[in-house]
């Protein structure tokens, strides 16, 4: 296995879902996912700015989740037939959410035929988990998962700790204070369940020079809001 870690071409990809999904949580405050997520942190993530939102999209990490540690849904996933033809003449509705999944599935699905470290380090997904995905051609995997609107979920949404240290510290001023929140709240989707060699993967996560991202090097919509 290739151990390098994520390239910034790949943390700027890991940005942009982020970027999008945040902005689906902050625009749908009744929506599904968000209230997967801790009651007493909602209101926050509806509040964001979109500095905050530049900020906390910057972790070397997907802040949704593809279920992928979920491997009976995804026995199912891989083992369906398609139910749809994507180029049938009946149009698919796709929304929002259905082309941050689409989008989310291709950046991994490549990510993991060229570097699955990289992958298991931005989603922890497992090296069979990444195996599996890379055995897929984009337009079968595109298929099966047209169907499955269940597939996004928020990164570890049961941890309170996890979501107070990104909306707190995680959206700091001080780079400094922002970046070691980012790499703690990595560590927590690293060690949120038992991989295989696991203790090896986190450790060189620890190892990585894992590089970042400014604010200032993707311009804000808005004009800088004060936090």
Not at 6 to 26: H, T
Not at 117 to 138: H, I, P
Not at 201 to 214: I, Q, W
Request: charged share 25%; with cysteine; aromatic share 6%.
């Amino acid at each position: 296995m290739d151990f390098t870690g994520p390239e910034p071409a790949d943390l700027a990809d890991v940005q942009s879902l982020n970027i999008a999904f945040l902005e689906y949580l902050r625009a749908t405050p009744d929506g599904q996912l968000l209230q997967a997520l801790p009651a007493s942190l909602r209101p926050a993530v509806v509040a964001l700015t979109d500095r905050q939102v530049q900020r906390l999209a910057a972790v070397p990490f997907l802040l949704l989740s593809l279920r992928e540690t979920d491997h009976l849904y995804w026995a199912r996933l891989f083992d369906d037939r398609p139910t749809r033809d994507l180029f049938a003449s009946a149009p698919v509705v796709v929304d929002e959410l259905g082309r941050i999944a689409a989008a989310a599935l291709g950046f991994l699905w490549q990510l993991s035929r060229r570097n699955p470290y990289s992958t298991r380090l931005v989603c922890a997904g497992s090296l069979d988990w990444c195996e599996q995905l890379a055995g897929c051609t984009l337009m079968r995997l595109l298929q099966r998962a047209v169907d499955h609107r269940d597939l996004i979920e928020p990164r570890c949404p049961g941890s309170a700790d996890f979501w107070h240290r990104l909306l707190g510290a995680g959206l700091s001023s001080e780079p400094e204070v922002r970046r070691a929140a980012h790499l703690c709240a990595m560590q927590t989707v690293l060690t949120s369940r038992e991989l295989m060699s696991g203790v090896r993967l986190r450790a060189a996560a620890c190892r990585s020079a894992v590089p970042t991202m400014s604010v200032g090097e993707k311009p804000i919509r808005q004009k800088d809001e004060q936090t």
